[in-house]
C-alpha cells in the first residue's frame, strides 16, 4: 500500500470522542449521547463483539447489592485486598453506583440470576460481604449493549467508526482536544477534533509472553495491547500503581481462567496434590497469587481445582456454565484430554504479568468522575487505576466519564500540527521497511525480555538490565516492516508494549519496598515498608521526555480500616529512576531511588447466513433497522433456514411488537425454529414490554408438545409478572423435570406455596431440591427434612437457615449432624444458625470436628451468627487453627469483628 499523505487525512469531529468500544466505551459513549452530545465512538476491531466481554463473562464480580452488602464494606475489603494504596473516593463510586447500573443494564436486557422470589441470587465468594452476582446469559453482554448503541435516538447521537485505531491523543495548551490514527482495514489516516477524550481501551494484556509462547493466547483479550496507557503518557497524563501487576491463576495449557468465582459457590476450592486446600488469603489478590505460586513452586504442587466431589447437578450446572456462558472451547479442551470434572480436578497455573486497573491496580490516574490530571481527557475500565473495579466498575467509570465528558462541545481551534506529523510517522514508517523484521518476530523478542526481567520475583538487577533491553529495542521496532493496514496495525501495538515495558521496569524500580504478594514481590527488598510507602507512585512523562515519578500519600481515609493508617503529608518526588550497575551491563553513574530519597531525575444468524437469498436479502434489511411488517414475511418463509435468521434479526432490532411474534413463534413446525424464538424470548425478557398479545401467546404455548417451548413460556410469564398461580399449576404434573421446575419457581413468585408445597412428593429430586428453596415456613419444609434423597433433606436444612430453626427442627437439624452425608451435615449445621443457641452452640462446637471442610465451614458460619454468646467465641477461637484455610480465616473474624461484614 501507498503512503497517504498528512493532509489526506480523513477529518473527523465531535463533542465527545470515545477511544474503544467494549464495555467502558460503550457506556461512556451511551451517557454522553443522552446528555445530547454527538458522540464518535472509535474501535479498532468491531463493537458488536470486541473487547474483554467478549473473552467469557459469567457474573458481575463485585456488586454491592442492597441488603446483601455495604458500600462501606466493599470499600474497607478493596482496600485491604490492595494493601491500602486505595483512593476510596474511587472505590466508593463502583460501590454505590454499581446496583442502579446493574438496573440500568437489566432494562437494556441482560439478564442477572435471581432466586424463586425474584431476588437477586448474589453469592458469597469472599470471606466477608456478598459480591459476586452470576450472569447466566453473560455472554450476550455486547450483543445487548450493541443493540442499544443502534436504537434509532443513539444512532443519531453516536457515530461508530469501527477498524479505526487512534494511536495518539492530540492536546493543545495542556488539553486533549482529539486524536490522530489510521483505519486498519484501507490504510487511510485519520485526525479527530474532540471537545473532550475518553480513553477505553482496555487493560494491557500483551506484556508477558504465555507460557504456550502463543503472542495471542493471553489471559486478558490480546487486541488490547496497552495503547490506552501509552496514549495517556504521551499525552501527559500520570500513570500510577503500575509496578502492581496483573496475574492471574490460570487453567494449565489453557488460557481461560480457572473459574474459581464460578465454582466455589457451588462448593469447588483449590487443593494443592494432596487434596488439601492452601489458600489462606481471600480476595483474588497479589497476596493469593503469592501463596498460589509457593504452592506450585513446592513438593506440594501442582494445584488444581478441586471439582470431582460435587453432586451430579452441581457440576452439570458448572459444566452448562463454564462450556457455554464462559467458553465452548473449553469443554472441547477437557473432551480432548479424556478429562471429566467428575473423575478429575482441573490443573492451575499461573498467567503472563499484565496491566490492568480493574484487576489490579495499574493504570491511568483518574479521580471519582474519571478525570485524569490532562483536563479534557477521562480514563475508563481496566486502563484506569480503580482496583478490583471489573466489569461492574468499568460500567461505571464509563457512565462518569461520559457524564462529566458531556459538559464540553467540539473544539473549534487548529490541530496541533507536529503531533499530528508524529502520530503519521509512527503508523506508517514500517511501510518504507516492507522487508525490515516482521512484528511477530520483534514482537516475541520484546514479551521474552518482560518475561526474563521483569515478572515477579523482581530484582534491582534483573530490572535494570530489562531497562537496559527496552531502550535498545526502541531502534529495533523502529526498524519493523510491514506491507498491509493490517500489519501497521500490528506494528503500531508492539510501539505500546514497549511503553508498557518500560513503564513496569522501572516503575517497579522505584517502589523499594514489596507489597502487593506476587504482584511486587521484590526478592532484594522483601519486606513491605508502610512508613515510606503507603503512597501512590504515579508516573508522568517529564518535559525533556524521560519516565519521571512521584510517591504521592494516600489520602485519609473515608471508611477507616484497622490495618494502614494513611499519614498524608507530602509528596516526594523522586525524578527519574535510573538503573542500578549490574556486572555485565557496564558503569553506571546514579544508584536506582531509594525510599525516601531525593534524586535527579448471532450464532444462529452466523450458520443460517450464506446459502438462501433470501437470509442475504434479510441481513440487508436488518441493517436498516425494519419494523415488523417487513421481518414478517421471513417469519413464515417456508425455508427453516430463513425463519431461523429471521428470529435472529428480529433479536438485534426488536421492532415493536417482538415479543407477541416470537411467543406465535413458539408454535413453528421446526424444532430449530422454536428453539431459536425460545432462547430469543429468554435474551430479551428484560426489554420487552408485559404486553397483552405477548401474554396471551406464552399462556397458549404452555399446552405445547414441546418441552423447551413449554418451560420458555413457563419463565418468560414468571419473569414478566404475566401470569396467574391457575396457570402455572397444572405443569407441576408435565412429564418434563424442566418444565416442572420451571412451574415451581412461577407459582413462588406468585406465592402460591401451598400449591408448591404439594411438589414435595415430586419424583425427580431436581424438582424436590426447588421446592425446598422455594418454602417459606418450617412446617412446610418439614416433610423434605425427612426425603430419602440426600441432597434434598440438604437443600430443606438450608433452607431453614433463612426461615428460622424453631424446635423441633433444632432437635432435627442436632440429630442430622450425624448423618453419613456431608451435604446433610453441611445443610443441617446451617440450620443451626437460625436455632436458639442453648442447642445450637454445643451442637455447632462439635461438629468443627468433622472431617468434612465444607460441615467445619457451615458450622462456623453458623456460630458467627451466635457470636454474642461467649459459648460460641470460645469454639470459634478454637477453629482458628483448623487445617482448612477457609475455616481458619471465617473462624477469625469472630475475633476481629471490625472486618466482618
Ligand atoms: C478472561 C476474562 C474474564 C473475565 N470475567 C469477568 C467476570 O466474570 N466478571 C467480572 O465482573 N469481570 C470479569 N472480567 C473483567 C471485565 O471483563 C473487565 O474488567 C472489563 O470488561 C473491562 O472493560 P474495558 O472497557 O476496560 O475493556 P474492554 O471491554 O476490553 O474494551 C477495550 C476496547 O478497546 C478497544 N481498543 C483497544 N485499543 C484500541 C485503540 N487503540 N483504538 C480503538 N480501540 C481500541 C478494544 O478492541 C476493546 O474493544 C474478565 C476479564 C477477562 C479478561
Not at 507512585?537 to 521526555?545: E, M, Q, T, V, Y
Amino acid at each position: 500500500m501507498q503512503i497517504p499523505a498528512v493532509t489526506d487525512a480523513q477529518e473527523l469531529s465531535c463533542d465527545v470522542l470515545v477511544i474503544g468500544g467494549g464495555t467502558a466505551g460503550t457506556m461512556a459513549a451511551l451517557t454522553a449521547a443522552e446528555q445530547g452530545r454527538d458522540v464518535l465512538l472509535l474501535e479498532k476491531a468491531h463493537v458488536r463483539h470486541s473487547g474483554a466481554l467478549a473473552m467469557g463473562m459469567d457474573g458481575v464480580n463485585n456488586a454491592v447489592i442492597p441488603g446483601r452488602a455495604e458500600p462501606d464494606d466493599y470499600v474497607a475489603e478493596i482496600t485491604r485486598a490492595n494493601d491500602g494504596i486505595v483512593d476510596q473516593s474511587t472505590v466508593r463510586q463502583t460501590a454505590t453506583r454499581g446496583f442502579s447500573m446493574v438496573q440500568r443494564l437489566e432494562s437494556y436486557g441482560v439478564k442477572f440470576e435471581k432466586d424463586e422470589h425474584g431476588e437477586y441470587a448474589v453469592r458469597q465468594v469472599h470471606r466477608s460481604g456478598s459480591y459476586v452476582l452470576p450472569m447466566p446469559e453473560g455472554k450476550d453482554v455486547k450483543k445487548v449493549l450493541y443493540r442499544q448503541l443502534r436504537r434509532r435516538e443513539m444512532r443519531e447521537r453516536i457515530r461508530i467508526e469501527n477498524r479505526v485505531m487512534p494511536v495518539r491523543v492530540l492536546t493543545a495548551d495542556g488539553r486533549a482536544v482529539g486524536a490522530a490514527g489510521f483505519n486498519t482495514r484501507t490504510g487511510e489516516f485519520v485526525t479527530v477534533r474532540a471537545g473532550a477524550v475518553i480513553l477505553a481501551t482496555g487493560a494491557c494484556g500483551r506484556l508477558g509472553l504465555p507460557a504456550s509462547g502463543y503472542l495471542y493466547g493471553t489471559y486478558e483479550n490480546p487486541t488490547n495491547a496497552g495503547d490506552g496507557y501509552a496514549m495517556a503518557y504521551h499525552a501527559g497524563a500520570e500513570l500510577t500503581g503500575i509496578e502492581c501487576f496483573q496475574i492471574n491463576p490460570l487453567m494449565k495449557d489453557y488460557n481461560g481462567p480457572a473459574c474459581a468465582y464460578v465454582a466455589n459457590p457451588f462448593g469447588g476450592y483449590q487443593v494443592n496434590r494432596h487434596g488439601e486446600r492452601f489458600v489462606d488469603s481471600d480476595y483474588w489478590s497479589g497476596q493469593m497469587m503469592a501463596e498460589f505460586a509457593a504452592e506450585l513452586a513446592s513438593d506440594r504442587g501442582p494445584v488444581y481445582l478441586k471439582l470431582s466431589h460435587l453432586p451430579e447437578e452441581s457440576i452439570s450446572s458448572l459444566e452448562n456454565i463454564l462450556h457455554s456462558t464462559e467458553r465452548p472451547t473449553r469443554g472441547t479442551f477437557h473432551a480432548n484430554r479424556g478429562h471429566d470434572y467428575r473423575t478429575h480436578d482441573i490443573e492451575m497455573h499461573i498467567s503472563e504479568i499484565g496491566l490492568c486497573g480493574g484487576h489490579s491496580a495499574s493504570g491511568v490516574r483518574v479521580d471519582d468522575h474519571a478525570r485524569t490530571t490532562v483536563p479534557g481527557l477521562y480514563a475508563a475500565g481496566d486502563l484506569a487505576c480503580v482496583p478490583h473495579n471489573y466489569m461492574i466498575g468499568a460500567f461505571v467509570f464509563g457512565d462518569l466519564a461520559g457524564a462529566d465528558a458531556a459538559q464540553f462541545t467540539a473544539y473549534e481551534g487548529e490541530l496541533p500540527q507536529q503531533q499530528v506529523v508524529d502520530a503519521h510517522e509512527l503508523i506508517y514508517r514500517p511501510l518504507r521497511n516492507p522487508d525490515g523484521p516482521p512484528q511477530p518476530q520483534v514482537e516475541y523478542k520484546l514479551r521474552r525480555f518482560v518475561n526474563d526481567y521483569v515478572a515477579p520475583p523482581k530484582s534491582g538487577a534483573r530490572l535494570s538490565l530489562a531497562v537496559d533491553h527496552f531502550e535498545r529495542m526502541r531502534g529495533e521496532i523502529d526498524e519493523m516492516g510491514a506491507q498491509t493496514p493490517h500489519e501497521l496495525m500490528r506494528c503500531a501495538e508492539v510501539h505500546f508494549i514497549r511503553d508498557c515495558a518500560e513503564m513496569a521496569a522501572r516503575s517497579s524500580l522505584a517502589r523499594t519496598e514489596s507489597r502487593w504478594g506476587l504482584y511486587h514481590e521484590r526478592t532484594d527488598h522483601p519486606k513491605r515498608d508502610d512508613d515510606g510507602w503507603l503512597h501512590h507512585l504515579d508516573l508522568r512523562k517529564s518535559p525533556s521526555g524521560a519516565m519521571e515519578f512521584t510517591a504521592r500519600p494516600v489520602e485519609p481515609y473515608l471508611v477507616p480500616v484497622a490495618e494502614f493508617t494513611p499519614g498524608g503529608g507530602a509528596s516526594r518526588h523522586l525524578g527519574e529512576v535510573h538503573p542500578e550497575q549490574v556486572a555485565t551491563a557496564g558503569q553506571r553513574d546514579v544508584a536506582p531511588v531509594g525510599s525516601g530519597t531525593r534524586s535527579s531525575g448471532a450464532p444462529a444468524r452466523e450458520t443460517a447466513a450464506s446459502h438462501s437469498p433470501r437470509i442475504l436479502e434479510l441481513l440487508a434489511l436488518s441493517d436498516t433497522e425494519p419494523e415488523l411488517p417487513l421481518l414478517r414475511p421471513f417469519l413464515t418463509d417456508p425455508d427453516p433456514a430463513v425463519r431461523r435468521a429471521a428470529v435472529a434479526a428480529l433479536t438485534e432490532t426488536v421492532p415493536t411488537g417482538t415479543g407477541p411474534a416470537l411467543a406465535e413463534t413458539l408454535s413453528d413446525t421446526d424444532a430449530g425454529v422454536r428453539g431459536a424464538a425460545a432462547a430469543s424470548l429468554r435474551e430479551l425478557v428484560e426489554v420487552l414490554p408485559p404486553e397483552e398479545d405477548l401474554s396471551r401467546g406464552l399462556l397458549s404455548a404452555l399446552g405445547h408438545g414441546d418441552a423447551v417451548v413449554r418451560a420458555t413460556a413457563l419463565d418468560v410469564l414468571r419473569a414478566l409478572r404475566l401470569g396467574e398461580a391457575t396457570a402455572y399449576a397444572p405443569a407441576l404434573a408435565d412429564p418434563d423435570i424442566e418444565v416442572r421446575i420451571a412451574s415451581v419457581r412461577a407459582l413462588v413468585s406468585v406465592g402460591a406455596l401451598d400449591t408448591v408445597a404439594r411438589a414435595a412428593v415430586d419424583p425427580a429430586r431436581e424438582v424436590r431440591v426447588t421446592v425446598a428453596r422455594g418454602l417459606d415456613t418450617p412446617e412446610a419444609l418439614a416433610p423434605l427434612l425427612g426425603d430419602v434423597d440426600i441432597l434434598v433433606r440438604a437443600a430443606a436444612f438450608t433452607a431453614l437457615a433463612s426461615v428460622g430453626c424453631p424446635t423441633p427442627y433444632d432437635v432435627r437439624a442436632v440429630d442430622a449432624l450425624a448423618a453419613p452425608s456431608w451435604q446433610v451435615r453441611t445443610g443441617a449445621a446451617a440450620a443451626l444458625g437460625a436455632a436458639d443457641p442453648r442447642s445450637a452452640v454445643p451442637a455447632l462446637s462439635t461438629a468443627l470436628a468433622d472431617p468434612n471442610a465444607d460441615v467445619r465451614k457451615a458450622a462456623v458460619l453458623a456460630l458467627l451468627r451466635h457470636a454474642p454468646h461467649e459459648a460460641a467465641r470460645t469454639a470459634l477461637a478454637s477453629a482458628v487453627l483448623d487445617p482448612d484455610a477457609d475455616v481458619r480465616a471465617y473462624a477469625a473474624r469472630a475475633a476481629a469483628p471490625a472486618s466482618a461484614s
